[in-house]
């Protein structure tokens, strides 16, 4: 008999936290930018270097850290993770020169948000849900959204009145005060509670419990042999390009370009926030209903055309217009997650955890790549206009790859 309150839900609600608070650093670059510029003179060249390098050590680490987390246990992992992002975040107020941010935003930040990501994510609605995954997988990819909600008006606002070295320590301090509630309540499978996972039958097996390091290179080995994976792949490394890449680091600093104050760019991006946390429950319910590839090529379909019209729409003030392409991007800013992972699940099997480790590895490398390839056009033509508009290009490719996975499984014995 089904308990009344399953433990899967306080192990969500817990992650659903740690999630929070890891997304505070992704709130903080695009508010740190100018200030950093101010102060020190370097070249948003130069800073989109240190967030890339950041995402693309989040994405390789993501793979990893699931099979860390068969190895060692979900709450050593995380709480390690959060652990890093406190000190890359905190120790940046004490640097006086540029590699210094590459080692503080890129090196510890990017292995501690890697350690966790997405795949975090997808392990605990994996191994804790079997009915209610996608919606769970909605509401934990959310949390992220709900970390740029909350941390990222208060961060800008201190930056620009305060100083960006206390919107570092407010960053820092948010990981930190995660890791106390994380040891308390993180298990790695429900049989460590003496249940079942949500949802499960009187005739539920567990799947076998693996703790070799290899894993994630045998996940990769045995997905690169499918078309479908590459397709899913490329597919979300314009995700990452897109949205962290691209708006996530670059649309503070380009409204910033045209007359916006700072502290109205960064209401605009925690506005994406609140409709990202709609889109993406959404997402996660429609996951479980309808055929994810439909949903990926209209959710990549949309994100293009909001980028085609972005340079138009950017002024000194907000006009309805501007609030249209906040709502309408919010909405699809991670909604991709969910029918994402199912995917990887559904093609993959018991392999789909890792292998959307690496599918979020492309994620994160698409990201850097805009990141830096944002901050070098903005430096060369002196505008945005050609990062979005190639942005807008990439997500029709996206929407064309998606439609082409074959939702077949395949044999993961190999």
């Keep these: 008999m089904q308990r009344r309150f399953h433990?899967?839900?306080?192990?969500?609600?817990?992650?659903?936290?740690?999630?929070?608070?890891?997304?505070?650093?992704?709130?903080?670059?695009?508010?740190?930018?100018?200030?950093?510029?101010?102060?020190?003179?370097?070249?948003?060249?130069?800073?989109?270097?240190?967030?890339?390098?950041?995402?693309?050590?989040?994405?390789?680490?993501?793979?990893?850290?699931?099979?860390?987390?068969?190895?060692?246990?979900?709450?050593?992992?995380?709480?390690?993770?959060?652990?890093?992002?406190?000190?890359?975040?905190?120790?940046?107020?004490?640097?006086?020169?540029?590699?210094?941010?590459?080692?503080?935003?890129?090196?510890?930040?990017?292995?501690?948000?890697?350690?966790?990501?997405?795949?975090?994510?997808?392990?605990?609605?994996?191994?804790?849900?079997?009915n209610r995954r996608g919606l769970v997988m909605g509401v934990l990819t959310a949390g992220s959204a709900t970390g740029q909600l909350i941390f990222l008006p208060p961060v800008t606002a201190l930056a620009e009145n305060t100083g960006w070295r206390p919107a570092s320590l407010v960053v820092a301090a948010a990981a930190l005060l995660a890791v106390p509630l994380v040891w308390l309540v993180l298990r790695d499978h429900p049989e460590d509670r003496g249940v079942r996972p949500y949802g499960a039958g009187p005739?539920?097996?567990?799947?076998?419990?693996?703790?070799?390091?290899?894993?994630?290179?045998?996940?990769?080995?045995?997905?690169?042999?499918?078309?479908?994976?590459?397709?899913?792949?490329?597919?979300?490394?314009?995700?990452?390009?897109?949205?962290?890449?691209?708006?996530?680091?670059?649309?503070?600093?380009?409204?910033?370009?045209?007359?916006?104050?700072?502290?109205?760019?960064?209401?605009?991006?925690?506005v994406v926030g609140v409709f990202d946390i709609i889109g993406t429950i959404a997402s996660g319910w429609l996951t479980d209903k309808v055929d994810p590839r439909l949903l990926l090529v209209a959710y990549y379909a949309f994100r293009g055309v909001g980028l085609v019209m972005?340079?138009?729409?950017?002024?000194?003030?907000?006009?309805?217009?501007m609030v249209l392409f906040i709502v309408v991007y919010g909405l699809d800013w991670v909604a991709t997650v969910p029918p994402t992972a199912a995917l990887c699940r559904e093609i993959f099997k018991e392999q789909g955890t890792i292998v959307f480790g690496w599918v979020f590895a492309s994620h994160q490398l698409g990201a850097a790549a805009a990141a830096l390839g944002a901050g070098v056009i903005r430096d060369t033509f002196g505008t945005y206009t050609y990062a979005w508009w190639s942005g807008a290009a990439l997500c029709l490719i996206a929407a064309v790859l998606s439609i082409t996975v074959r939702a077949r499984p395949i044999l993961t014995s190999a």
């Design 310 to 321: 972005l340079p138009w729409l950017l002024a000194d003030r907000v006009h309805p217009s």
């Design 203 to 270: 005739g539920y097996v567990a799947p076998a419990r693996s703790a070799s390091s290899g894993r994630a290179i045998g996940g990769l080995l045995l997905a690169a042999r499918h078309r479908s994976f590459w397709a899913l792949a490329a597919a979300f490394a314009i995700c990452g390009a897109t949205t962290n890449g691209l708006i996530g680091i670059h649309f503070i600093p380009s409204a910033h370009d045209h007359g916006m104050p700072a502290t109205t760019a960064a209401g605009l991006l925690a």
């Design 7 to 130: 433990p899967a839900w306080g192990v969500a609600a817990v992650a659903f936290v740690a999630l929070l608070c890891a997304a505070g650093f992704r709130a903080a670059p695009g508010a740190l930018m100018v200030p950093l510029h101010e102060e020190f003179g370097w070249s948003t060249s130069v800073m989109s270097l240190a967030v890339s390098i950041n995402l693309v050590l989040y994405g390789l680490t993501a793979p990893f850290a699931a099979a860390l987390m068969d190895r060692f246990g979900i709450r050593q992992v995380v709480a390690c993770a959060l652990t890093l992002v406190a000190l890359g975040a905190g120790g940046s107020v004490v640097m006086t020169a540029s590699w210094q941010l590459l080692v503080f935003w890129g090196l510890l930040i990017g292995l501690g948000t890697g350690s966790m990501a997405l795949v975090f994510a997808a392990t605990v609605a994996n191994r804790w849900f079997v």
